[in-house]
Structure formats: structure tokens, C-alpha cells
T-cell receptor, first 113, second 110 residues
Framework: GQQVMQIPQYQHVQEGEDFTTYCNSSTTLSNIQWYKQRPGGHPVFLIQLVKSGEVKKQKRLTFQFGEAKKNSSLHITATQTTDVGTYFC?????????????FGKGTHLIIQP | NAGVTQTPKFRVLKTGQSMTLLCAQDMNHEYMYWYRQDPGMGLRLIHYSVGEGTTAKGEVPDGYNVSRLKKQNFLLGLESAAPSQTSVYFCASIGFYGYTFGSGTRLTVV
């Protein structure tokens, strides 16, 4: 079945360092979404990428969708303590369920001051 | 404008007991979803609904039932709870800006 894999599982950085998480799918995706979940919280939508090779920026966050639409990345420049949390990528669920999603296992970002 | 509201926030059940988790959204969204999240795992789709009166199975539907009698409400039922259903349950609806998740229900089955 469809798999969405994320690496790394955990990332420790010093505050001010950059951070990148990578997402790979076993199948071509029509779109990919990114979510952030703070400890003890719920996932919050960050962005959706649709086009091959697409790059989108949100302040210090840069999102990329691969040319083959099977991989994506999230890069954070100069991390801050407010960036702590787990970042998930998600692609359309292969069961065809009306915008249902298959999530990666997430990358936990831990920031040391 | 509360978005997506889940009740209860916490619950402890004994094996074999039943319960219903309630999800309510005030955004007039058609599509609603139930996911479960286990430690070290991403979210997995349990059931979903594309509108009032409709439901369908997701990736991990066994042991759960759902109902969507009103557009704004999506109920998740556990008829006979098992320890394997210990998890955090998230309800979500989808609009123009992607998913909106509820704050979750932390369920422990002992």
C-alpha cells in the first residue's frame, strides 16, 4: 500500500540553526500537505503544494515539491523556540476517500537554547 | 467561531465498555474525518464522511462505527473497547485552507 516516509524522526538543533525534514512517497502524489503539531496539541495546517517543482515560502519556512511529485521538504531558517514541535507531511489517501490523508510519522524538532 | 470541537477531552474505559466521541464543526464543511494518533506514528484515517447521512471506511476502521445525522456533527463509536484502541483521536473537517483539526480526545482502555 501507499507509504509516506519522513526523515529524520528526531532533529536536535541549537537555536538559530537551520532545520530540514524530508518526505518521500512510494507513489506519485497529486498534492502534498504539511502540518505542525506542538507538544500536547493538535495538527495545524501549514501549506499545500500541488505543482511539480513548486517552492513556497512562509517567512522562515521554505517548502518544496519534487519534480516527480514523490518527495517534498520543509526547511526552517534560523530556528526559534517557537518552532518546537512535530512536522508532518501528508499525501492523498490511496483508498480514494474524499480528501482523506496518509500522514508520515513526523519529524520531532527539538531546540536547545 | 469555535472551529472543530471534540468532547470529551479525556476518558478512561474498561475493556468491553462502549462510548461515543462527539465532533462538532461550525464552518459548514461537508467533509469530516476521524483519525487516531499513536506514539511514534502519524495520524491514521479511521472513517470519513462526505456529507450529512454518509459515512465510509478509512484505513483502520475495525472496531469503530460512525454516524453523521447532522452536517455539523460526526460521531465516533466504540462498541466494545479494547486496549489496542488506546490512542489520541482527532476529528477534522476540510475547507479552503486545508484541514482544521479538533483538540483531540485522549482515550485510555484498561
Amino acid at each position: 500500500g501507499q507509504q509516506v516516509m519522513q526523515i529524520p524522526q528526531y532533529q536536535h538543533v541549537q537555536e538559530g540553526e537551520d532545520f530540514t525534514t524530508y518526505c518521500n512517497s512510494s507513489t506519485t502524489l497529486s498534492n502534498i500537505q504539511w502540518y505542525k503539531q506542538r507538544p500536547g496539541g493538535h495538527p495545524v495546517f501549514l501549506i499545500q503544494l500541488v505543482k511539480s517543482g513548486e517552492v513556497k515560502k512562509q517567512k522562515r519556512l521554505t517548502f518544496q515539491f519534487g519534480e516527480a511529485k514523490k518527495n517534498s521538504s520543509l526547511h526552517i531558517t534560523a530556528t526559534q523556540t517557537t518552532d518546537v514541535g512535530t512536522y508532518f507531511c501528508a499525501g492523498p489517501w490511496s483508498g480514494g476517500g474524499a480528501d482523506g490523508l496518509t500522514f508520515g510519522k513526523g519529524t520531532h524538532l527539538i531546540i536547545q537554547p | 467561531n469555535a472551529g472543530v470541537t471534540q468532547t470529551p477531552k479525556f476518558r478512561v474505559l474498561k475493556t468491553g465498555q462502549s462510548m461515543t466521541l462527539l465532533c462538532a464543526q461550525d464552518m459548514n464543511h461537508e467533509y469530516m474525518y476521524w483519525y487516531r494518533q499513536d506514539p511514534g506514528m502519524g495520524l491514521r484515517l479511521i472513517h470519513y464522511s462526505v456529507g450529512e447521512g454518509t459515512t465510509a471506511k478509512g484505513e483502520v476502521p475495525d472496531g469503530y462505527n460512525v454516524s453523521r445525522l447532522k452536517k455539523q456533527n460526526f460521531l465516533l463509536g466504540l462498541e466494545s473497547a479494547a486496549p489496542s484502541q488506546t490512542s489520541v483521536y482527532f476529528c477534522a473537517s476540510i475547507g479552503f485552507y486545508g484541514y482544521t483539526f479538533g483538540s483531540g480526545t485522549r482515550l485510555t482502555v484498561v
